[in-house]
């Protein structure tokens, strides 16, 4: 198949919520050989051709078998209105996203407006994604549970109809509040961007504990936000198992978003798990200076974001010129070149030299420290300048 990619050079058409990769996979529903009566035995717990998931971490679990409910395509075409245009949150590779109510306790459908919101993903059978991210989304969110990664609650498998149903995520994804598609969005403050990417950093760590997932598509688009701007990762289709028996990585068809992807997977095809602390690099740098990692409408020279201001990471006066304006005086340079500079070991060339995601966690936390600290010496300085004494006036007679 070649290399398969999708840009990001131009605004999006991935939905706002649950965004797929965009034209990355050459699958589709009608091609798969796979029977219905195999996706069961997964659905019902067996291990399946990708090999099972025995790690676990203290903030997240690997269940024993998927947690899913099955769906029947009338109860979700009930829960979505029909499918209506009212209901549509957008649409990406995968197929079209809609909204949906069900009842919390039963997940039945409820009345709009009533009951738990949620997002269904509906296959289009024409899709380049197709069924064997589908099957891939099912088996890994199926079995992980993690507060920072999406919740898949169930999926529907019925004749052609293929969906999946998750957890609703108000505020949408990181790249609509980064480069606002809605001029109705706020900026992301500098506190919120920092809680965004230590969530974020946070889902990638538990997928890589014991070097077992490598989940190969991280980007902008595909960490949703909560109510609370709680960062989840979402969107397993290209998720893969990693290296076992010794090996250091595995060889695989290159795929996922340009601009993201790491320099040795797309030479090569080996896939490390470091590649993932690559894209999460590439992201740390949208997240500092509010520009898309690919655009084609930038000069000439600065359209790869990676390209254009790596040299700017390591100096304090040169990364100010690449300092997203929207959050400029919310941050300490201290904290600031931090964040740059830890992005730059993300970045490195050689897998070998970037830091594990682990310890890319360590390293936002220190620099959210930083910032707590230095609010906290502004705080008593006002605090203390407030309660000082006056100068008396001396007043003559």
């Known amino acids: 198949m070649g290399l398969c990619f999708s840009s990001s050079s131009s605004p999006s058409p991935n939905p706002p919520n649950y965004s797929g990769s965009t034209s990355n996979v050459g699958f589709s529903a009608t091609t798969s050989s796979f029977g219905k009566s195999q996706f069961s035995e997964i659905a019902s717990g067996s291990i399946d051709s990708e090999g099972s998931l025995p790690f676990c971490s203290p903030d997240g679990q690997i269940l024993e078998r998927p947690n899913l409910k099955e769906f029947s395509f009338g109860d979700l075409k009930s829960a979505a209105k029909s499918f209506k245009g009212d209901t549509l949150l957008g649409e990406g590779g995968f197929g079209r996203v809609y909204k949906g109510w069900l009842d919390e306790k039963n997940l039945t459908p409820a009345k709009p407006g009533s009951g738990m919101v949620v997002a269904i993903k509906k296959l289009n059978p024409e899709s380049t994604q197709g069924f064997q991210e589908w099957k891939s989304e099912v ?7 993690h507060p920072n990664l999406v919740k898949l609650l169930g999926y529907c498998w019925d004749e052609d109809e293929l969906l999946l149903v998750y957890e609703f995520m108000p505020k949408g994804s990181l790249e609509n509040h980064l480069f606002r598609r809605n001029p109705n969005i706020e900026p992301l403050s500098w506190n919120t961007r920092l809680k965004i990417a230590i969530g974020a950093a946070r889902g990638l760590a538990f997928l890589h504990s014991s070097e077992k997932v490598i989940y190969r598509d991280f980007k902008a688009s595909n960490i949703l936000l909560d109510g609370n701007y709680n960062a989840k990762i979402s969107d397993f289709g290209l998720a893969k198992l990693g290296p076992s028996g010794g090996q250091s990585h595995v060889t695989t068809r290159v795929m996922g978003t340009y601009g993201y992807a790491a320099p040795e997977y797309i030479a090569t095809g080996h896939l490390y798990v470091k590649s993932d602390v690559y894209g999460f690099g590439v992201v740390l740098l949208e997240i500092l200076t509010g520009m898309r990692a690919l655009d084609t409408r930038r000069p000439t020279g600065q359209q790869n974001l990676v390209e254009w201001t790596k040299p700017c990471l390591s100096s304090k ?8 304006g929207k959050i400029e005086g919310q941050y300490s340079p201290k904290a600031a070149l931090q964040a740059a ?9 050689d897998p070998k030299q970037r830091p594990s995601m682990k310890e890319v966690l360590e390293g936002l936390e220190a620099i959210e420290t930083i910032h707590e600290k230095t609010k906290e010496s502004k705080t008593r300085n006002s605090h203390h300048n407030s309660h000082q004494h006056p100068r008396q006036r001396v007043v003559r007679v």
């Not at 006066?317 to 997203?324: G, Q, S």
């Not at 500079?341 to 060339?349: D, R």
Request: charge should be positive.
């Open 139 to 145: 088996n890994f969110l199926g079995r992980l549970s």
């Open 317 to 324: 006066k040169k990364l100010k010129t690449i300092m997203d």
């Open 341 to 349: 500079q830890l992005t730059l070991k993300c970045l490195e060339h």
